[in-house]
């Protein structure tokens, strides 16, 4: 896993930017991306992150990531697959939106379980 040094350093090298033009276009002082690129200072605030992301056009949460030092999940449980089909029946039927309301009342335990019975009937 990358960290923020190095994943901050690729994607300027990618974008082609400057510190000079990340600073301007983040709010930042070109001193403190270096900093930042190099690895010289490394607890950046969430503030920081967000006038990152923002100056590098990337989602914030790319940003935070390579911050934590933390390899991000990935045994998900929720299969893509089966998210859109289910955002598709929203759509296509006119009470499905009050089933999505009443979805997210659910607690987290409660949508966990639905869930597994989601994946069972799929796999049967």
Known sequence: METLAQYLDRLMRQKRLTPKE???RSGLTDNYIIRLRTGQ????TVATLKKLATGLGVNA???????????PATDSCIDPALLLDLV???ISDPGGFEAFQQLLKLS?????????????????
């Open 41 to 44: 200072q490394d607890n950046p």
């Open 22 to 24: 990340l600073s301007r």
């Open 108 to 124: 987290a335990h409660q949508r966990e379980i639905l869930i597994d019975k989601a994946h069972q009937r799929r796999a049967e």
């Open 61 to 71: 949460h790319d940003l935070f990531t390579a911050a934590s030092s933390v390899e």
């Open 88 to 90: 598709r029946k929203l």
